[in-house]
């Protein structure tokens, strides 16, 4: 069964939401309650969760932590995963800089093409070149933050799976074209506002749009 990517969206927010409800010392919750703070129905939040089996007692509802448990599984946040930031230019600067990675992704790794910007100190670590990625890949970091400009992204993108790379945050406009088992989540600035702008003027789309 193939899982929409607005359902893996819904469930980080179900997490969040359940994470802030264990943070307030309430134990039990139910479909209702998570859709009405997720902002949408609670048919929606037990659709999503049947995707991956079924975690509620009908009368009952959900034990926060046992189904936070559960989304902290199907999500991969039960473990911890190691980042490299290729392009440390301004936007690869802001992202080290970054205190919210939480405590299941570590950077562990920068990169850049240019030798003026190597050997700088950033985080604990220093910037090194992309030449670099084949030595320091392998068994430590799984998933690049890609942020080079967008004539340099399928060639940086090619040099992180020759690297032996898992996944890439692309944060360049630009469609990488990766092998099948290399999963892309592309972060595209302009196209959201594109569409902010288009809900704006089309308010009957919007809430098809942002569910």
Do not use: C
């Amino acid at each position: 069964m193939k899982v929409p990517s607005a359902a893996i969206s819904r469930l980080v927010t179900y997490l969040r939401i359940l994470e802030e409800l264990e943070q307030e010392g309430i134990m039990r919750t139910s479909s209702e309650q998570l859709g009405e703070l997720a902002q949408v129905t609670a048919f929606q939040v037990r659709k999503d969760l049947s995707y991956f089996g079924s975690y509620g007692t009908r009368g009952v509802g959900y034990t926060v932590p046992v189904l936070k448990r559960e989304l902290r599984h199907i999500l991969g946040l039960n473990r911890r995963w190691g980042l490299a930031i290729v392009g440390m230019g301004r936007l690869g600067s802001a992202l080290a800089d970054y205190p919210g990675f939480g405590e299941s992704f570590e950077l562990r790794g920068f990169f850049d093409v240019d030798p003026a910007k190597v050997g700088r100190p950033v985080r604990g670590g220093v910037i090194e070149p992309v030449e670099a990625l084949p030595q320091r890949v392998p068994g430590r970091i799984e998933i690049a933050l890609l942020t080079v400009p967008r004539e340099a992204a399928q060639e940086a993108a090619d040099l992180l799976v020759a690297a032996g790379i898992k996944g890439i945050l692309n944060f360049a406009p630009a469609v990488l074209e990766v092998p099948k088992e290399v999963a892309v989540e592309n972060v595209d600035f302009l196209a959201g506002l594109a569409r902010l702008s288009f809900a704006i003027l089309n308010p009957k789309w919007r809430e098809e749009m942002m569910g």
